[in-house]
């Protein structure tokens, strides 16, 4: 009789442990983050695929956009509540009198030794710098973005003029077909795709722009807007830690298959490519001197007519 009350007992707990369990996840407070497919937002997915974000309440729905300047017109228009973004796009934003909030760091580049980023060309094609490439063209992701930008200031510091350069927009998983297609003569390819076509052969890496121009320089960001900043506090502040715990679980396993499959997942890249190519380390904080460096470099392209008060565009999580 007492074993049978016993089985009774747990099977009602156990029933009603069922219900708790999906009133829990049905709880959880969604987040919509729009994403660049590319190296930089492993943390983010790291955080997802370890349920650090679950842990904290919050479901995270990713979106793939092009890059930074396609994803905040989404963020600022209600699609997005974060979007991975770029410096040069947040900078952008602000100027034109977006409310735009930069929350956490998402990539930079701080040893040239693993930057693989970088300006390749066909092996064949006789282009070795900035001036070989006037009158032909660069395949960047975006325009007006950091990828735009740097690529703009290499072809200058070696020897070319990027006003005789054209900039074609061609998104980074095919960027790779461009150029060996001759569509584009030269492309910025960032990882893992630059990785995965260099080790195929038949291309040439000629300049890194990151490393070349500015070393250290602060990539990717994570931006949300003022009115999410305002009517999400505590749910912007559960993302930039669960996004932080990602970030030390990357740092921590660079060198980890898991890592690489888990890159490998959302990019397509074969995972045996991938082991071919050193991971950098991804940053926790945003450095704001590096953000006034690219700043600089964007108000002397005539993109910015002047300096912008950083301290209403950084927030304090980012720091």
Do not use: C, H
Not at 18 to 34: F, G, N, W, Y
Not at 204 to 227: A, F, M, R
Not at 298 to 305: F, G, T
């Amino acid at each position: 009789m007492r074993r049978s009350l016993l089985s009774i007992g747990l099977a009602m707990i156990w029933l009603l442990a069922v219900p708790v369990s999906r009133t829990q996840a049905a709880d959880l407070e969604k987040i919509r983050v729009s994403i660049i497919p590319i190296g930089d937002v492993a943390p983010l997915f790291a955080a997802i695929q370890n349920g650090y974000f679950r842990e904290l309440g919050l479901e995270i729905d990713t979106t793939p956009s092009a890059g930074g300047a396609a994803g905040i017109p989404g963020l600022v228009g209600g699609s997005f509540d974060i979007a991975y973004g770029n410096v040069v796009s947040a900078l952008l934003a602000a100027q034109q009198g977006l409310d735009v909030k930069v929350i956490a760091a998402g990539t930079n580049v701080t040893d040239p030794k693993l930057d693989a980023t970088g300006i390749f060309v066909k092996s064949d094609g006789g282009i070795k710098s900035g001036k070989d490439l006037e009158g032909k063209s660069i395949g960047v992701n975006t325009r007006n973005n950091v990828i735009w930008l740097y690529a703009r200031a290499w072809v200058k510091a070696t020897g070319g003029d990027p006003e005789r350069v054209t900039f074609k927009e061609v998104p980074f998983p095919q960027m790779e077909d461009a150029l060996r297609q001759q569509r584009v003569d030269a492309a910025f390819m960032v990882p893992p795709f630059s990785a995965v076509a260099e080790q195929k052969g038949g291309l040439s890496k000629v300049g890194s722009p990151y490393s070349d121009i500015q070393p250290g320089v602060d990539v990717g960001q994570y931006i949300t807007t003022g009115k999410v900043l305002a009517a999400k506090p505590e749910a912007v502040r559960k993302f930039v830690t669960g996004l932080r715990k990602g970030v030390e679980w990357y740092n921590a396993n660079l060198t980890n298959e898991a890592l690489l499959t888990l890159i490998s997942g959302y990019t397509k890249a074969d995972v045996a490519l991938l082991k071919l190519v050193p991971v950098p380390t991804a940053p926790l904080r945003t450095d704001v001197s590096q953000v006034r460096k690219t700043m600089d470099m964007m108000i002397d392209s005539k993109l910015l007519p002047a300096p912008l008060d950083l301290d209403k565009i950084i927030d304090s999580q980012a720091l």
